[in-house]
């Protein structure tokens, strides 16, 4: 299995770990509720992508007979799913929690972005693995 599949494996394992503390003290602090936005994207892109993407790299290739595209790509899709998700979710707190200062709007926005780049190399890679033509 390569190296970054099983950093995506664990890493969802952390972030479903965050999440349900998160849901917890939520539950037991209804000041926290405000955070309702960190809690369920450390939950669909932390846990669940990231479980989908490390599962997703390891098994489907395998099913097409095929070899990954560019496990380069898929390491550099690592690094930028989890540098947007932690960034994305940081700077939302910060705003949550110091609103007069706008720019944490806009850096949450710009690591929003980086996410969102990731999922389109998840999406490359896996078409141009599962699509790719045999050799001959």
Not at 84 to 101: D, I
Not at 107 to 129: D, R
Request: glycine letters at 10%; charged letters at 10%; hydrophobic letters at 55%.
């Amino acid at each position: 299995m390569d190296r970054f599949v099983k950093n995506f494996i664990l890493m969802s394992i952390v972030y479903l770990a965050l999440a349900s503390i998160l849901g917890i003290c939520m539950i037991g602090n209804p000041s926290l509720m405000s955070l309702k936005f960190v809690h369920s994207h450390l939950m669909l892109l932390g846990w669940v992508s990231m479980m989908i993407y490390g599962v997703g790299y390891h098994i489907l290739p395998r099913f097409a007979g095929k070899l990954l595209k560019s496990p380069k790509l898929g390491e550099l899709q690592f690094w930028l799913a989890n540098i947007g998700l932690v960034g994305m979710l940081l700077f939302y707190t910060l705003g949550v929690y110091n609103p007069g200062a706008g720019i944490y709007r806009g850096l949450s926005i710009a690591f929003g972005v980086v996410e969102a780049l990731s999922i389109f190399l998840f999406f490359y890679n896996m078409t141009a693995t599962l699509y790719a033509k045999a050799a001959e």
